[in-house]
């Protein structure tokens, strides 16, 4: 059975907008090979639309280790608006997300990360489909910027954290 995992940076205010624009002052080893850790049981990823547009500009025609596997790796699109998707190995989602992909947990296969995309990793914790969500929490109060969470009531259980020494916190959570 395949799981449904997520991951993002976070500040310690909540702010998981544009996390590469301050989070990789608290990159070091250990932080890579957490998210290392995940890509490798990675076996589709899931991406909401405007982190597939972003990617699809950026990785098709790239190489080296990181560009291969997004190159590689089968992509879901989870999108109302677009209506066709080209970068190599994607395939949009349409209609009922939660429900496909509730039916997709049940076949053999790596995991499916969501990379990016808060929209829909809030929608995912809300319709109760996320079977993981990795927080990588960085100290830094960032101020202003898209929180993950809203007005939205989720109840989590903390499954395991680590402290990296760069300060990062990385929690792992699942529905409770």
Same mark, same amino acid.
């Given at each position: 059975? $395949?799981? =449904? @995992?997520?991951? +993002? /940076?976070?500040?310690? &205010?909540?702010?998981?907008?544009?996390?590469? $624009?301050?989070?990789?002052?608290?990159?070091?080893?250990?932080?890579?090979?957490?998210?290392? &850790? *995940? $890509?490798?049981?990675?076996? #589709?990823?899931?991406?909401?639309?405007?982190?597939?547009?972003?990617?699809?500009?950026?990785?098709?025609?790239?190489?080296?280790?990181?560009?291969?596997?997004?190159?590689?790796?089968?992509?879901? %699109?989870? !999108?109302?608006?677009? #209506?066709? %998707?080209?970068?190599?190995? !994607?395939?949009?989602?349409?209609?009922?997300?939660?429900?496909?992909?509730?039916?997709?947990? *049940?076949?053999?296969?790596?995991? =499916? #990360?969501?990379?990016?995309?808060? #929209?829909?990793?809030? !929608?995912?914790?809300?319709?109760? @489909? +996320?079977?993981?969500? /990795?927080?990588?929490?960085?100290? =830094?109060?960032?101020?202003?910027?898209?929180?993950?969470? &809203?007005?939205? *009531?989720?109840? +989590? $259980?903390?499954?395991?954290?680590?402290?990296?020494?760069?300060? @990062? @916190? /990385? +929690?792992?959570?699942?529905?409770?």
């Amino acid at each position: 059975m $395949r799981k =449904i @995992v997520a991951g +993002l /940076h976070m500040s310690l &205010d909540g702010v998981v907008e544009s996390p590469e $624009r301050w989070s990789f002052d608290y990159f070091c080893d250990e932080v890579g090979q957490s998210i290392k &850790d *995940r $890509r490798d049981a990675t076996g #589709t990823l899931l991406l909401g639309r405007q982190t597939y547009e972003e990617f699809a500009k950026i990785w098709p025609g790239q190489s080296g280790e990181i560009a291969d596997f997004m190159n590689h790796t089968p992509k879901l %699109v989870a !999108s109302t608006t677009l #209506t066709s %998707v080209d970068w190599a190995g !994607s395939t949009l989602l349409e209609g009922d997300v939660a429900a496909a992909l509730t039916a997709l947990k *049940r076949q053999e296969g790596g995991n =499916i #990360t969501v990379t990016g995309s808060a #929209t829909l990793v809030r !929608s995912l914790l809300v319709a109760g @489909v +996320l079977d993981e969500l /990795h927080l990588l929490v960085c100290p =830094i109060v960032l101020g202003a910027g898209k929180r993950l969470f &809203d007005d939205s *009531r989720v109840p +989590l $259980r903390l499954a395991a954290s680590e402290m990296f020494p760069t300060g @990062v @916190v /990385h +929690l792992t959570y699942g529905l409770a």
